[in-house]
């Protein structure tokens, strides 16, 4: 589900409308403040201070997702948060994965290798790094075209998972490097130094939770970008299309996740993960289980 956080940029694309921008000490300092928030409200859940699952936070939500509705929603006002020089985009979603178990579900979302081909055509390319049970390297590469811009981005991440029990679980995946293409697939392909160059996304960050019970698997995510900031001239303009384009790139996110859910339970395959020697098949447990 890593990858979900990368359509919600697509959204962002069309700041690129604007001139070229550097990332400033002053946005990567705000950026560690809300990101700090953020887990904290995490941390919050697992106390039993708030629902494990946002879903839980309101009486319907669950009967909507049961109902096969796809769930998203802003954390902030709008879904995005002024910081100096910069914007902190903020979204929720949640959908519903019926006749599935927990360790089918993480068994895909640890299956970064096949990111490209869960999440195409916006992630052209996907690799793994570097694992181990409960801690991943990745990479993506993520292309796509909104209104007159076209942008390609090389982003590293980290990603680490949590098993609260047998039943529930939750994964915080980080970028630990952004890089925008020029030129991407052509013969002037060229890599821009980290905070360098639109500005499309700056950092990533999601928090992932997921928890087996009324049938099926209840999976949300909540995905935050730091971008560029909007000038006000060009606000009405704009914010309009950021809030639409970011509810329909999480949407499909999520659905395409419960679709490559369903067909790997269906194939039986086996899935590439770090656990049990780097393979395991949709049968495996999650760490955490008896």
């Given at each position: 589900m890593k990858a979900a956080m990368v359509p919600l940029g697509v959204a962002l694309l069309s700041a690129g409308l604007l001139n070229a921008l550097e990332l400033q000490p002053s946005t990567l300092k705000a950026w560690d403040a809300y990101v700090r928030s953020a887990d904290s409200r995490m941390q919050a859940r697992l106390a039993s201070r708030r629902p494990f699952l946002w879903t839980d936070e309101a009486p319907d939500r669950s009967r909507r997702l049961q109902r096969g509705k796809t769930l998203v929603v802003p954390v902030t006002e709008n879904g995005a948060q002024s910081v100096p020089n910069g914007l902190i985009h903020d979204w929720m979603g949640a959908v519903f994965i019926p006749n599935v178990t927990l360790a089918k579900v993480t068994a895909v979302l640890r299956d970064y290798g096949?990111?490209?081909?869960?999440?195409?055509?916006?992630?052209?390319?996907?690799?793994?790094?570097?694992?181990?049970?409960?801690?991943?390297?990745?990479?993506?590469?993520?292309q796509q075209r909104v209104l007159f811009v076209s942008a390609a981005i090389e982003g590293q991440y980290q990603a680490h998972d949590?098993?609260?029990?047998?039943?529930?679980?939750?994964?915080?995946?980080?970028?630990?490097?952004?890089r925008e293409i020029e030129g991407y697939g052509?013969?002037?392909?060229?890599?821009?130094?980290?905070g360098q160059g639109d500005g499309f996304i700056w950092r990533l960050h999601s928090i992932a939770r997921y928890e087996e019970r009324d049938g099926g698997v209840y999976l949300e995510l909540e995905a935050i970008?730091?971008?560029?900031?909007?000038?006000?001239?060009?606000?009405w303009l704009m914010n309009p299309v950021v809030k639409h384009l970011s509810i329909n790139s999480l949407t499909t996110a999520l659905r395409q996740t419960r679709d490559a859910v369903n067909s790997?339970?269906?194939?039986?395959?086996?899935?590439v993960s770090c656990a049990q020697g780097g393979r395991y098949t949709a049968d495996a447990k999650v760490r955490g289980e008896d």
């Open positions: 096949r990111y490209k081909e869960y999440y195409k055509p916006v992630v052209a390319d996907s690799k793994v790094l570097a694992c181990t049970e409960t801690d991943q390297r990745f990479s993506m590469i993520w949590f098993a609260v029990d047998g039943r529930r679980g939750y994964s915080i995946a980080n970028t630990t490097q952004m052509q013969s002037t392909e060229r890599f821009l130094p980290p970008a730091l971008t560029r900031d909007i000038p006000a001239s060009f606000g790997a339970a269906g194939s039986g395959r086996q899935l």
